[in-house]
């Protein structure tokens, strides 16, 4: 797997690239070296070309600024049960400052009564950040789990208007 490492104001955001496609990211508000780490931990071993790093820094970017970046196209996934890729798929139908809860993204893909294991699905995302996990919250209210910590979670919801 290639990769590229981004900065951005939320810190830094690596990408893993397989056959030009997005399939992993992580987001850090620490040192550079610490995204790298958690790229090789993630399989990535080699630096992308600079003409595609550049693509993928304006796509992280423009999405992260808020722009109507579709990413779509270039997301996939590994690995991943059929359930748990049925999950991340729901959260792709998240719009950008809304939420919703687990138990919406339990009906959506056919589980109802399955929050919970649509949680450990949720947790499981290979690309937080795009493939918008933060968007989902308990159906209490509360803000749920997020592997990126809660503030990180705060911080991204209310950049997208969903929190005050």
């Known amino acids: 797997m290639n990769y590229v490492l981004c900065e951005t ?24 070296e610490q995204a790298l780490e958690e790229l090789a931990r993630l399989g990535a071993s080699e630096p992308a070309s600079e003409s595609e790093a550049a693509e993928v820094r304006g796509l992280i970017r423009g999405y992260v600024e808020g ?31 809304e939420t919703r809860s687990y138990a919406w993204v339990a009906r959506r893909v056919g589980r109802p009564g399955a929050a919970r294991a649509v949680g450990q699905a949720v947790g499981a995302n290979p690309l937080p950040l795009l493939v918008p996990c933060h968007r989902v919250v308990a159906s209490d209210g509360g803000l749920g789990g997020f592997g990126g910590g809660l503030e990180m979670k705060r911080a991204l919801l209310r950049r997208e208007g969903a929190l005050p």
Do not use: H, K, M, N
């Open 67 to 97: 722009q109507g970046v579709d990413l779509g196209r270039r997301i996939g996934f590994r690995g991943g049960t059929p359930f748990q890729q049925a999950v991340w798929r729901a959260l792709l139908e998240i719009p950008r400052g």
């Open 9 to 32: 104001d939320l810190g830094w955001v690596g990408v893993g690239l397989e056959g030009g496609r997005i399939c992993a990211t992580t987001l850090s508000r620490g040192r550079r």
